[in-house]
């Protein structure tokens, strides 16, 4: 069976912040994946490694200092090329649906959600009229387990879990080929963590009005919950990703086969937790070769050099064999 055209391709993907002075900030370097339709796709690392600033160049929300490099091809449209206009009139909200870091942040404070909701719909669907407008509308709530009682209060009526399935109902809106979900599950206690995490799945699983399928790339650190729906996961360390796994694998075995990426998984509660020794480097000063050397217990001078490029991205990776010995 041939492979499946790919929702999003992105290859040779880098940003660079200039700062006063000239100085240079590498946030993401020669970032390479694909997303599939009906798959999830997980890129996870510590806080700060340039996750975010990789989900707003996506989207073209990066500031004015910022420069992009290589390309990200969804469908036939190169999104770091694409202009304004196009970004706010094809891309966001109907081939890339965004669900936020921070949803009350992101919610208009003065209206209700029914109300944000009925106007997202009349945006980016051709659904008209007062009464098929609020069906739709409910429908949408319904779609990311909303309650529709709730609908008719404002944001800061809402915990902090309504809030944010209130995002993910207006992200699921116009039904986008891609959803990209930014930390969904920051702030929320284990029981919405997985229930916001299983409506992503739902969505990515279901073939959508056209039957060409949803593909989901979720940012997160929270390992828990990429363990539950990802189908893959890209591991991102100081800029670069580092490893690009199947979930499974990754997950169990033979395990990850980076060092950093193992020192993820030992550093959670019910994995070992023991924390990864040191402090990840700044973006704007990364050593040359490896960044993660400093830290890594199999850092030898070759990893003064570049790293190989590939799936892992390391000189001495684990292999089988470590793991049985």
Known sequence: MEPMTPVLSVR????????????????????????APGECLALIGESGCGKSVLASALLGLLPGNAQTAGSA???DLDLLTAGERTLARTVRGR?????????????????????????????????RGRAALRAAAEAAAERAAFPADHLDRHPHQLSGGLAQRAATALALVGDAP????????????????????????????????????????????????????ADRVA?????RIVELADAAAFF???????????????????????????????????????????????????CATEPPAGTVACHHPHVPEDVRA
């Open 12 to 35: 040779g993907l880098s940003v660079r912040f200039l700062m006063p002075g000239g100085r240079r900030v590498a946030a993401v370097t020669d970032a390479r994946f694909d997303v």
């Open 73 to 75: 091809l969804l469908g």
């Open 178 to 229: 891609l959803l990209l979900a930014d930390e969904p599950t920051t702030g929320l206690d284990r029981d919405l963590v997985d229930r916001t995490a299983d409506e992503l799945r739902r969505h990515v699983d279901d073939p959508g009005e056209g039957g060409r399928g949803h593909a989901l790339l979720m940012i997160t650190h929270d390992l828990a919950a990429a363990e539950r729906i």
């Open 95 to 127: 081939l890339i649906g965004l669900v936020p870091q921070s949803p009350a942040a992101h919610l208009t404070p003065v209206r209700t959600v029914r109300s944000q909701l009925e106007e997202t719909v009349a945006a980016l669907t051709a659904t």
């Open 235 to 239: 591991v991102m360390y100081a800029g």
């Open 252 to 302: 169990g075995s033979p395990g990850p086969r980076h060092p950093y990426s193992r020192g993820l998984l030992q550093a959670l509660p019910d994995r070992g937790f023991t924390p990864i020794p040191g402090m990840p480097p700044e973006l704007g000063d990364l050593p040359a070769g490896c960044a993660f050397a400093a830290r890594c217990d199999r850092a030898t001078g070759t």
